[in-house]
């Protein structure tokens, strides 16, 4: 009894033990992601209402410096909003983005601790070999290669530990910052912006979600012979473990300088993987950086990470291509109608020809029937300069309410075009296009996602609403 009462005591002291430091974390964190968030709000209201002169360069890189070693939803925050028109001033999104990039994998006793508690003591039984150094690092895990008992090379994906506070924390700073800049800048209004980032992220805490979105993309791109889609090995996942075949492939940017033939067959495919999902299902891969494609030697592609998936409306997409119709043939009345279809509402002349300015831009590849590259860089950063001219004249027409599924629809069209942007791929992208697009038909394509979300227990991913289990800070 007196064994069974410490064995007890030992049990209750430990999970305190736990508690207290998933606590003191999240103090930490608090801590240190408020200071540096007010000190930066600070800068912009001096900049804003006393007239004094940032060097925002330099601030943005003291953001950075502070923040540097945080892991979590931060570095995946500064991914989306350096893909909004100036959501944020760009010297400090640009410094948020590159958060991903300084953040290091964690050590060998945190994988011992997270594959213990997600497989049991004996986890390591259950491989025949597992590397001890992490083979990448993103914003809410790490992972690792292994090999299984049959000889499968496998990717374990861990996450982090305390990623819920960690989001809880960031998301509450998120709003603050949000909502002082509105205050500095009211060109456009971020509510949707931080609901929607909020969403996303809390779903992809959850990795038996992104087990089942990786199923739904392997079976949408099943006929794509040139896109492949890793295997999830169930018996190896949990909630927090995701593991799957491991794809061997290079990175995209090894092939900046291929023969242009060569650029062009992987740009090719990697269309065909972002825009079949969309006109077929009304679903996206909402992450395309660089990070998420390798290529094969044979120049097909590999599409990985799929914690971050948005399904839009049928409606939405039907949106999509009213615009395109509406730029193509200089319709004003229906480009109203697809931007009132894609959640903008009361907008004005001025406001109006605003927005059809950046949609001209993400369009404007596909409205040129001829062979040419995505477009150029300027200012840094795909879409900058057109992005700031969006910015300039919404100030002065009265600013936007950004809707929820636009977030991240633009991001992902930016981050797609930035990869076609490295590879100079020459393709005639209106012919491609309207090929896809000929036989669009809303109806069907409503059909087709509710069968296939259906089939991969994901139709709460049609609804409008945030998941249940989210709790908006």
């Known amino acids: 009894m ?6 007890s005591t030992g049990k209750k002291k430990a999970a305190e033990d736990t508690e207290a430091s998933s606590l003191g974390s999240r103090v930490a964190r608090y801590g240190k992601v408020s200071a540096t968030m007010a000190g930066l709000a600070t800068k912009l209201a001096g900049e804003r209402y006393l007239g004094l002169k940032i060097e925002r360069d330099s601030h943005a890189q003291e953001l950075l410096q502070s ?3 945080l892991k979590g939803p931060l570095m995946k925050v500064g991914q989306i909003l350096s893909t909004i028109p100036e959501a944020l001033p760009p010297e400090y999104a640009d410094a948020l983005q590159q958060l991903q990039s ?5 050590g060998w006793p945190f994988v011992k601790r997270r594959m213990k508690t997600e497989l049991g003591p004996d986890w390591e039984s259950r491989f025949k070999s597992f590397e001890h150094e992490a083979a990448a690092a993103a914003s809410l895990g790490q992972v690792h290669r292994a090999v299984t008992h049959d000889g499968q090379h496998v990717a374990c994906k861990l996450q982090y530990p305390d990623m819920q506070s960690a989001i809880d ?11 002082l800049y509105e205050k500095y800048d009211s060109a456009i209004s971020t509510k949707y912006i931080h609901e929607e980032v909020a969403a996303r992220l809390y779903e992809e805490l959850d990795y038996k979600r992104e087990a089942r979105h990786a199923k739904m993309y392997a079976h949408i791109l099943k006929d794509e012979k040139g896109v492949h889609v890793p295997e999830v090995i169930d018996d190896l996942s949990t909630g927090r473990l995701l593991t799957s075949t491991w794809l061997d492939g290079e990175k995209i940017l090894n092939y900046k300088t291929a023969p242009q033939e060569q650029r062009n067959r992987i740009a090719m495919n990697l ?10 299902y009304g679903i996206i891969h909402g992450d395309p950086h660089l990070g998420n494609y390798t290529v094969r030697k044979d120049d097909t592609i590999n599409l990985l990470d799929f914690g971050c ?7 939405f997409v039907g949106g999509v291509i009213d615009l395109y119709n509406a730029l193509l043939n200089d319709d004003q009345k229906l480009a109203v109608h697809a931007f009132e279809t894609w959640g903008f509402t009361n907008l004005n002349k001025d406001q109006i020809e605003t927005l059809s300015i950046w949609a001209r831009f993400l369009y404007g590849p596909m409205l040129d029937d001829k062979v040419r590259t995505i477009g150029e860089v300027k200012g840094g950063m795909y879409g900058r300069e057109t992005a700031h001219e969006v910015h300039q004249r919404l100030k002065q027409n009265g600013g936007v309410t950004v809707p929820r599924e636009f977030v991240f629809m633009d991001r ?11 590879l100079k791929a020459e393709v005639n992208w209106f012919k ?3 090929e896809l697009i000929s036989d669009f038909d809303t109806k069907a394509l409503e059909t087709r996602q509710k069968k296939i979300l259906k089939q991969f227990d994901l139709l709460d991913l049609a609804s409008d609403l945030i998941s249940k289990n989210t709790v908006l800070p």
């Open 169 to 179: 924390a960031d998301l509450r700073q998120l709003k603050i910052i949000f909502s």
């Open 432 to 434: 491609i296009f309207n």
């Open 102 to 106: 300084n953040a290091p994998p964690m």
């Open 412 to 422: 992902a069209a930016l981050g797609l075009g930035s990869v076609f942007l490295h």
């Open 309 to 315: 998936v948005r399904v839009f409306p049928p409606k």
């Open 67 to 69: 923040l540097g070693n």
């Open 271 to 280: 269309f065909r993987a972002w825009f079949t999902p969309l006109y077929y």
């Open 2 to 7: 007196a064994t069974e009462r410490k064995k």
